[in-house]
């Protein structure tokens, strides 16, 4: 609560300030500093309202953008290259916005072409939540600690064990096409975990092709996970050692299995994967901001 309250308090100074003159820059370097992407895009939604603030808004809240984002990648993501790469990608692009005032003072926001307010709005959403996503991975703690959750959502069952209304997927390793290719895999395309008809227990068994976990926190759900772990074999040539997607019930290229590799306090699945990541770079890093949206509000 506390928390709250100062970077409530940051965006309330940095308003007050700008009504007092304090330069451009400074109040920036203020957003930057002491708010996080939810307050950011608090500012930026409350202040753009404002007719007479309206012509520098956006290139203030850009600049604060900036810095924020070359704050994570190179200060708390600068080992992790797919991350850093991603964000300094961004930031680049955020860098390069500019805002003008169309002859009705219209916030007008545009890059090669330009576009009416409500895409101004959007894109400062959508950085803003991209910042609070790798925030909120960088704190975690317990067996969560140094895990990105990638995909959350529910899923079914063809055995009769029941619903897992809110299942996590989480991930020491983050890549910007596993968050998409996960969505569809599991949520799109997928209509009930199953044991497949058939699979190659040489690619989806083993640490090499362990890729992370999959925990529920609701009580209903752990019964269910302990009924679907009770009912799995270690055995890795047994076809009860693992769970997959409908899709892929020949040939699967991920599934779940017993978490006999890297067993913690937490009741979890390991999610196994075979290393093969086909998707495409740029379209999934123009459905970050959606994936990662989608995260967060399933996280509350």
Known sequence: Q???????????QSILFKMIGLPDSVQSAILAIYCDGKS??????AVSSSRTLRGVIFDITRDALVGRYLNLSHTFYRT???IRDVLDIIREEIRKSRAMIDSHGTLMCYDDVTSISELAAKRVSDWCAIIEYFDKMRVQTGDKYGYFILWIGSLETQSGFGSLHKASLSSAYWSVTAMDYLHNELELNNHYIMHPVSYDSELLSGTESYFGKLYVEDENDKQVLARIEYSLSTDPNSSRFILVPSQMEYEPT??????????????SLAFLWNGQDNGDFEDALSKLAENIKRVLLRLK
């Open 40 to 45: 950011i895009a608090s500012f930026y939604a």
């Open 254 to 267: 991920i599934g779940f299995s017993r978490n006999i590799y890297y067993p913690s306090r937490q009741k």
């Open 80 to 82: 992790q290259d797919e």
């Open 2 to 12: 506390s928390i709250n309250q100062s970077i409530n308090q940051s965006i309330n």
